[in-house]
């Protein structure tokens, strides 16, 4: 199996994911005749690789145990002629979609949460492997009644007074704001989520889910100056 010259920062993880599901999908759609002649039934189990360099292959597994990397779906070329073609290849494609998130994450091993985060992200601003053969569309999202702050943004109060948002971007699929994509909540420790409702301390200037401080947006319209339970604390110590 052909491997990228080991890639490590998300952007590289990245990067190797979306050249393999080229490939891949390449081997799904445009290729699809081609591919669909390689997998007989009548030949060993056989695997879908994509590749880093956007191309794909039909193949037997690697042979070295444990493999360099995941591997992907083994036999699929037993089930083809037992189902119809368009079912076959959406078999495929969920299998394929489930190798590719395996090989970055395997990659990403050695990244931190926020990293993980952000590479998933990326990936899932992609259509899937499934999504493509299938041609399903990506369905927006709708926030919920309960899902936090009615104006869908972060809140925070300054030292005037004033209420300053970040708002979010509603466009299908959520963009973080890079003021806060590694803001973590001073209470119990969670990332920021451009749903939720948040709001930030003005002495300490550290950052809450309204929940975990028990501030509901209404609430928070009526302070004019937040100051969280462990800053509440100091203010009445000698």
């Given at each position: 199996m052909e491997m990228s010259s080991s890639p490590r920062t998300v952007e590289e993880i990245f990067k190797?994911?979306?050249?393999?599901?080229?490939?891949?999908v390449r081997a799904l759609t445009h290729d699809v005749d081609e591919f669909y002649g390689l997998c007989d039934p009548d030949k060993e189990n056989l695997c879908l690789y994509g590749h880093p360099n956007e191309t794909w292959e039909v193949t037997l597994p690697a042979e070295e145990v444990p493999p360099e990397l995941p591997e992907p779906a083994l036999g699929i070329n037993f089930a083809r002629d037992g189902m119809n073609r368009r079912d076959w290849l959406s078999l495929v494609a969920v299998h394929s979609d489930s190798w590719l998130i395996s090989v970055a994450f395997y990659?990403?091993?050695?990244?931190?949460?926020?990293?993980?985060?952000?590479?998933?992200?990326?990936?899932?601003?992609?259509?899937?492997?499934?999504?493509?053969?299938?041609?399903?569309?990506?369905?927006?999202?709708?926030?919920?009644?309960?899902?936090?702050?009615?104006?869908?943004?972060?809140?925070?109060?300054?030292?005037?007074?004033?209420?300053?948002?970040?708002?979010?971007?509603?466009?299908?699929?959520?963009?973080?704001?890079?003021?806060?994509?590694?803001t973590l909540c001073g209470s119990c420790g969670g990332n920021y989520v451009g749903d939720e409702f948040w709001i930030g301390c003005d002495i300490c200037e550290r950052w809450f889910h309204g929940k975990c401080v028990k501030i509901t947006?209404?609430?928070?319209?009526?302070?004019?100056?937040?100051?969280?339970?462990?800053?509440?604390?100091?203010?009445?110590?000698?």
């Amino acid at each position: 199996m052909e491997m990228s010259s080991s890639p490590r920062t998300v952007e590289e993880i990245f990067k190797d994911y979306n050249a393999r599901r080229i490939g891949v999908v390449r081997a799904l759609t445009h290729d699809v005749d081609e591919f669909y002649g390689l997998c007989d039934p009548d030949k060993e189990n056989l695997c879908l690789y994509g590749h880093p360099n956007e191309t794909w292959e039909v193949t037997l597994p690697a042979e070295e145990v444990p493999p360099e990397l995941p591997e992907p779906a083994l036999g699929i070329n037993f089930a083809r002629d037992g189902m119809n073609r368009r079912d076959w290849l959406s078999l495929v494609a969920v299998h394929s979609d489930s190798w590719l998130i395996s090989v970055a994450f395997y990659l990403g091993a050695r990244l931190n949460r926020n990293e993980r985060k952000r590479l998933f992200s990326l990936i899932n601003d992609l259509p899937t492997v499934f999504e493509v053969v299938t041609d399903r569309k990506p369905i927006k999202e709708k926030p919920t009644v309960d899902s936090g702050s009615k104006s869908r943004g972060s809140t925070k109060r300054s030292n005037d007074g004033q209420v300053k948002s970040n708002p979010r971007i509603d466009d299908g699929y959520e963009e973080e704001e890079d003021e806060h994509s590694e803001t973590l909540c001073g209470s119990c420790g969670g990332n920021y989520v451009g749903d939720e409702f948040w709001i930030g301390c003005d002495i300490c200037e550290r950052w809450f889910h309204g929940k975990c401080v028990k501030i509901t947006p209404a609430k928070a319209d009526s302070i004019k100056q937040y100051k969280c339970p462990a800053c509440s604390l100091r203010k009445g110590r000698p």
